[in-house]
């Protein structure tokens, strides 16, 4: 990451790294991910949700691929540089389509955390485009502080999320008063951004069309903020269970 990349990120919130995977390596990727999703290929542990577009929730868990992807080493040194520590990865979500979620900061879930967002194919306005706020990084951040976690009777957790946090965010986009902006990348390119940048994903202008990104995202090894009893992956392939309430 040069020293322009580096600015740009902590400014914005986000920075497009290209190419940081051949066309080849994307290719292999999405036919094992179609192969799963088809059921042409089984594999313990593999599954799928629906919510904001089907995706699935920490596939390295159980699939050596996605953990290479989310320990590649291409990533290592653009992540250190952003972090100023060494990273960690805790979490991974494939989808296979646009998500068209509502604005949100992703440090409200993963306390401390940035994201790798890997682009598997080209991603456009056709199959939903990640959309940013520039500089919203440099805001607020909405914590659980600030949202009512108690649910009201009959009430869902995704409920709750529509009712009070996902507004919350909205506020805070409004204060911050900048533009959103559609990412347009190539497949192989990565977008590394911080966990407090607002973002979504775009609507989706086809219908059905493919697209297949991992999100994958990381948290510094100092960091004593980890909630949960997921493990910790290092770059050397290493992982620990640190869970501190």
Not at 2 to 22: A, D, M, P, R
Not at 33 to 54: C, I
Not at 91 to 105: A, C
Request: aromatic share 10%.
């Amino acid at each position: 990451m040069t020293s322009s990349q580096l600015n740009h990120y902590k400014q914005s919130g986000f920075v497009i790294l290209k190419s940081v995977f051949s066309k080849e390596e994307c290719e292999k990727v999405v036919s094992h991910m179609e192969d799963l999703h088809t059921g042409k290929k089984l594999l313990e542990g593999f599954f799928q949700q629906d919510k904001y577009g089907a995706r699935t929730f920490n596939q390295h868990l159980y699939d050596p691929i996605v953990l290479r992807l989310l320990i590649h080493p291409r990533l290592h040194e653009p992540l250190s540089t952003c972090f100023g520590d060494e990273p960690e990865g805790v979490q991974s979500m494939h989808f296979y389509e646009g998500s068209e979620h509502p604005l949100h900061q992703d440090q409200y879930y993963l306390p401390e955390c940035m994201s790798a967002w890997m682009a598997m194919v080209d991603v456009n306005e056709n199959n939903g485009a990640l959309v940013v706020q520039p500089g919203s990084n440099n805001g607020k951040l909405v914590t659980k502080d600030d949202v009512s976690m108690i649910l009201e009777p009959n009430e869902t957790y995704e409920q709750q999320q529509h009712n009070r946090y996902f507004p919350a965010v909205e506020k805070v986009f409004i204060e911050n008063g900048n533009k959103l902006m559609h990412i347009y990348v190539d497949a192989g390119d990565v977008v590394l951004f911080d966990g407090k940048l607002i973002h979504d994903g775009a609507k989706i202008l086809t219908p059905g069309k493919r697209r297949h990104a991992l999100a994958c995202h990381y948290i510094p090894y100092s960091s004593e903020k980890w909630e949960r009893d997921w493990p910790r992956f290092s770059f050397d392939g290493t992982k620990r269970v640190h869970n501190i309430k």
